[in-house]
């Protein structure tokens, strides 16, 4: 009798065993699930759309995607960055629904390569020096500028990825002092970090849309870069080839170029283009 009741009791613990290793295992798998983004589900009946855009957008897009998920019921994840790093995101495959970029060049590139749809011009902005010093003197030209403040450090974006770098070199190079300054120029990941740079005093001047200068209490702008040295600056949307929402993505695309929008483009330092 105790022979059999001690082999009962071991099948139990076994049993118990199991079962308890069973739950660790499936929670250990759910948390990693969770961790790397993969496999988690989003509520019932509850839409997302994953939406990458410049950086230099930060803030106008906030108010504008709260109240697109305010009146639709739909999660907007926003990945912001710049523009050249999010090309090479979705060059790469990543889940991307909407894209944004301040320059035509990422736009046309992936539209070559047939990996976006449906580009539209959205928005246009200008390029400015900025500087935390107060400054009450007019410059007539980048080369006055740059020899004036007599800058340690010039915050600009690096030209390969972040378009307001590249529109910063175009505009250095046609006035023919781009090499002459080259070992004091701090590059930035994208637009926000170049004014970081220079709200915190790590770089004398940088270059940066005037949208950004707007934003910051903690730098004036010191110079109006001429449009004519550098290409137009423009932001287009599109939707991306492999999206899995194109229905709500085409969706937001039409809920931000609504004209109840312009004030607030426009108050933010945007042209916005005529659709």
Not at 187 to 199: A, F, I, P, T
């Given at each position: ?30 948390q990693k699930r ?173 270059f940066v849309y ?58 933010s330092g945007f ?5």
């Amino acid at each position: 009798m105790d022979k059999i009741r001690y082999r009962f009791l071991l099948i139990i613990s076994l049993m118990l065993l199991i079962i308890i290793m069973s739950v660790a295992c499936s929670g250990q798998s759910q948390q990693k699930r969770a961790q790397s983004g993969q496999g988690v589900a989003q509520p019932e009946g509850q839409a997302e759309l994953l939406l990458s855009a410049a950086a230099s957008l930060n803030v106008v897009l906030d108010e504008i995607i709260n109240g697109f998920q305010e009146q639709y019921g739909i999660h907007i994840e926003v990945n912001y960055g710049s523009s050249g790093m999010l090309q090479k995101q979705i060059q790469q495959g990543a889940p991307v629904d909407v894209f944004i970029s301040a320059g035509s060049k990422q736009m046309d590139e992936l539209l070559e390569q047939q990996l976006v749809q449906d580009v539209k011009p959205l928005l246009r902005n200008s390029l400015v020096a900025i500087s935390a010093s107060k400054v009450n003197v007019e410059y007539h030209s980048l080369d006055e500028l740059l020899t004036a403040i007599s800058s340690d450090h010039i915050a600009l974006g690096q030209p390969e990825t972040v378009p307001a770098g590249y529109y910063a070199q175009q505009a250095l190079t046609a006035e023919g002092i781009w090499s002459s300054w080259q070992d004091r120029y701090v590059y930035g990941k994208d637009v926000r970090q170049v004014l970081s740079y220079v709200e915190q005093g790590n770089a004398q001047l940088g270059f940066v849309y005037a949208t950004d200068a707007l934003s910051s209490n903690a730098v004036q702008v010191v110079y109006r870069v001429p449009e004519e040295l550098h290409e137009p600056i423009e932001y287009p949307i599109a939707i991306v080839a492999n999206s899995k929402q194109r229905d709500i993505a085409q969706q937001f695309l039409s809920f931000m170029q609504q004209a109840e929008w312009r004030d607030h483009y426009e108050q933010s330092g945007f042209q916005v283009v005529a659709q």
